[in-house]
């Protein structure tokens, strides 16, 4: 049996969908984007969105958008994929590294305040896994404080805290597209926010900073356009809109599969004794984007390897970015900035997950763990 670490579910209504707007006048951003747009504001019950290339161009277009000073700082996780701290960076800002919860590996608001200064800008949390962060606590800080609040969805469509799901509470949120998430188009990412300013801002920061998009000429006329601002060039195109737009209405009924799948997992890993899971707090829907477990930093690598051979695909979800040198000279840390999150980061690895995953498959991943501990012990 051979189980890859992700299957995509796209089929098809995505190439049907594709194929029509193959066919269309307009492949850039038209109205394939802003009905995509209008749609998957109103599953996440927010105002407005905005698409973009990926959740990394959003997240950066986000803070471009405040026009904040050079070298301000933006307190994030050290557990999190490279992108949120790269951001960051791209804006010219100075990621700070507050640690993580060591049950949940979500950003620990209580030592949040530790590394708020004079400089500090922003709060970028991260909801890990598909976990969301506590928001309400969050977002009570920020306000305290007078800073903003940017969230790294990109795990956590589906994802809700108490009734309350992304960019219901913060600034803004930004969610991925990518190949291996639960709603993709290869490449691609979203930006909500229920502010009309910023949507606006957004809009334009995306494409340039042109008074007058491909779009708007080819619908009234040419006419001369203006640079209102200095933008880039992270517009999302028809034809990759096109494919996002048939799986929402998915969304739901996949979560439910994803979580049958989690729940069959967690039945059959209680009895190993060497394997531990993230923790779920209470009132929370989690998106189950990841399955992540932890075993022992002696034997994480090898369990990999050994897993390798069985033909079972396995993903490191995330090392602590204190890994990367390059990143570290140029962010603000302390001693206690790292210490749950390497803890994490040395023993976690990411199960197969996804929504026609087999009972049998997990039947087949779990053996096969178990059976490596009993050859090890």
Not at 25 to 53: K, M, P
Not at 98 to 124: E, L, Q, W
Request: proline share 3%; hydrophobic share 40%.
């Amino acid at each position: 049996m051979k189980i890859p670490f992700y299957k995509h579910q796209l089929g098809a209504s995505e190439i049907g969908a594709f194929s029509s707007a193959v066919k269309a006048e307009i492949l850039t951003t038209g109205n394939q984007v802003f009905d995509f747009e209008a749609e998957f504001a109103s599953f996440l019950n927010t105002r407005y969105c905005v698409a973009v290339q990926s959740c990394t161009a959003g997240l950066q277009l986000c803070l471009e958008a405040y026009e904040f000073e050079a070298d301000s700082e933006v307190i994030t996780t050290p557990l999190t994929y490279i992108a949120t701290a790269l951001s960051i960076l791209q804006a010219r800002l100075k990621p700070v590294f507050c640690d993580v919860d060591p049950n949940t590996g979500n950003i620990d608001i209580r030592k949040i305040k530790n590394y708020i200064t004079s400089r500090t800008v922003a709060i970028m949390p991260v909801h890990l896994y598909g976990q969301m962060v506590d928001m309400v606590a969050l977002s009570q800080l920020a306000k305290e404080n007078n800073l903003v609040c940017i969230e790294d969805a990109a795990h956590c469509i589906e994802g809700t805290r108490e009734n309350y799901g992304p960019a219901s509470l913060s600034d803004a949120a930004c969610f991925s597209f990518y190949a291996t998430k639960n709603v993709t188009c290869g490449e691609g990412g979203c930006i909500a926010t229920n502010s009309l300013e910023m949507a606006n801002k957004l809009r334009s920061l995306r494409s340039h900073g042109v008074s007058k998009m491909a779009f708007d000429r080819h619908k009234e006329g040419y006419s001369h356009w203006d640079l209102k601002t200095l933008g880039w060039k992270y517009n999302l195109d028809n034809l990759h809109a096109s494919i996002l737009r048939p799986q929402l209405p998915l969304i739901k009924n996949k979560l439910k599969q994803r979580e049958n799948a989690a729940h069959y997992y967690q039945k059959l890993l209680k009895d190993i004794q060497e394997v531990n899971l993230i923790a779920i707090d209470e009132n929370v829907i989690h998106a189950r984007h990841l399955f992540p477990i932890r075993v022992s930093s002696n034997y994480r690598d090898k369990l990999i390897k050994y897993l390798e051979k069985s033909n079972i695909g396995t993903v490191v979800n995330y090392r602590s970015l204190n890994n990367y040198s390059i990143l570290m000279k140029k962010s603000g840390y302390d001693a206690e900035s790292f210490k749950n999150a390497s803890e994490i980061g040395d023993e976690v690895l990411s199960l197969p997950m996804y929504p026609q995953i087999r009972n049998e498959e997990i039947d087949f991943i779990v053996n096969a763990i178990s059976n490596f501990f009993k050859e090890v012990n």
